[in-house]
């Protein structure tokens, strides 16, 4: 594991953005649609921007990396590079890409979560001075059910014990690179935090966020209901 360094306020970012948005449909993969006034994946480049951060990495569709550039505006601290089949994948791809001491701090981001609030960055790159790893989550409120596949409740889940998991996700750079190249478990296994914490590396909970959310269906964009309200098994 890397040695904790002295507090910084500087950090990367690898902003994941090569998925197909099959839930939410149509032409255009969700991050490169418009979500108020600009494009969705250009939230989350301002606001890391404006957080202070000093290179990003753009993880784009497979072949598309220099459109996801254009479409992203010149910045000079902006580099594209190709995603691959699994949000994994592409954040192997991303690690890979970014330059970095191994000591920096990087946050991954999923570029469908428009909404990053200052707050959360700030409580994020907090814990990395005495963390390797730190993520925000938020409470469950709702009861648990455990159903099974044909829809029958099997038993409850304790919600206490269980949090919703959000992005950006915080990490020296050194073990989380060291953690995605290690890994040796499904490529389409959850997210970062999961792939440092099955390689032994501790990650400590932030506070998350509402505003977080991540766009998944159409009418998160506004748009009527067109798919059935109960998904079961999507992931
Ligand atoms: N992502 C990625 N590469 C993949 C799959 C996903 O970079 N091969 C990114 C998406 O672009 C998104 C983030 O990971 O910003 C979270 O994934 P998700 O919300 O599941 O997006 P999609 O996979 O695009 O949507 P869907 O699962 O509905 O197809
Ligand atoms: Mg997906």
């Not at 953005?17 to 969700?30: S, Y």
């Not at 404006?50 to 459109?67: K, N, Q, W």
């Not at 999961?194 to 991540?214: H, I, N, P, T």
Request: hydrophobic share 40%; with cysteine.
């Amino acid at each position: 594991m890397s040695d904790p360094s002295p507090p910084s306020n500087v950090f990367k970012a690898i902003i994941v953005a090569a998925g197909k948005g099959l839930r939410v449909g149509g032409d255009t993969p969700k991050q490169f649609r418009q979500w108020r006034g600009k494009l969705v994946l250009q939230h989350s480049i301002d606001a890391l921007i404006d957080a202070g951060c000093s290179r990003i990495v753009l993880v784009a569709p497979a072949g598309m990396h220099e459109e996801a550039l254009l479409a992203a505006g010149k910045n000079s601290r902006i580099t594209a590079v190709d995603g691959g089949a699994t949000r994994q994948q592409s954040v192997a791809a991303g690690l890979e890409a970014l330059t970095a001491n191994s000591s920096d701090y990087v946050l991954i981001h999923d570029a469908a979560r428009p909404d990053i609030p200052d707050a959360v960055i700030t409580r994020l790159l907090a814990a990395l001075e005495t963390h390797i790893g730190a993520i925000p989550v938020l409470p469950v409120v709702d009861s648990l059910a455990v159903c099974s596949e044909d829809n029958v409740m099997t038993g409850k889940a304790d919600r206490e014990s269980l949090k919703r998991v959000q992005t950006p996700q915080a990490f020296r750079f050194a073990d989380i690179l060291r953690a995605h190249r290690s890994w040796k478990g499904n490529p389409d296994a959850g997210d970062d935090a999961q792939v440092l914490s099955a390689s032994g590396g501790s990650v400590v909970f932030v506070e998350g966020d509402e505003r977080l959310k991540k766009i998944t269906f159409a009418e998160d964009f506004g748009e009527p209901m067109t798919l059935p309200q109960f998904r079961v098994g999507q992931g």
